[in-house]
Nanobody, 127 residues
Framework: QLQLVESGGGMVQPGGSLRLSCADSKFTLVLEYYAVGWLRQAPGREREGVSSISSSGAVTNYANSVKCRFTIYRDDTRNTVYLTMNSLRPEDTAIYYC??????????????????WGQGTQVTVSS
């Protein structure tokens, strides 16, 4: 069973960058067999999918609002999935969660596709 932990959140000015990490804190070395997604929730708003990556890393998916700014990738040697966020905007402010599932046949931008969740990391974009 996975126990996901996110890191890398923080406060950044508009236009800045952050890199979020998602790892299995139990070091079971099985995260590479799971598809992983990043989802976010801002105060007063519904949770929304940001990006996802298949277990092989061959297929990625992005919400329209983050395309060309965010990049998801995985390093299975480190048992970690990353989300690089560039050109950050105030509207990107949210708690970011990583989630995992054996498969994400619907694309991985819906929360119900996932079985395991991390606790979240806060990202604040403000001047």
């Amino acid at each position: 069973q996975l126990q996901l932990v996110e890191s890398g959140g923080g406060m950044v000015q508009p236009g800045g960058s952050l890199r979020l990490s998602c790892a299995d804190s139990k070091f079971t070395l099985v995260l590479e067999y799971y598809a992983v997604g990043w989802l976010r929730q801002a105060p007063g708003r519904e949770r929304e999918g940001v990006s996802s990556i298949s277990s092989s890393g061959a297929v990625t998916n992005y919400a329209n609002s983050v395309k060309c700014r965010f990049t998801i990738y995985r390093d299975d040697t480190r048992n970690t999935v990353y989300l690089t966020m560039n050109s950050l905007r105030p509207e990107d402010t949210a708690i970011y969660y990583c989630a995992a599932a054996p498969k994400i046949p619907l694309g991985g931008l819906a929360g119900y596709e996932y079985d395991y969740w991390g606790q979240g990391t806060q990202v604040t974009v403000s001047s």
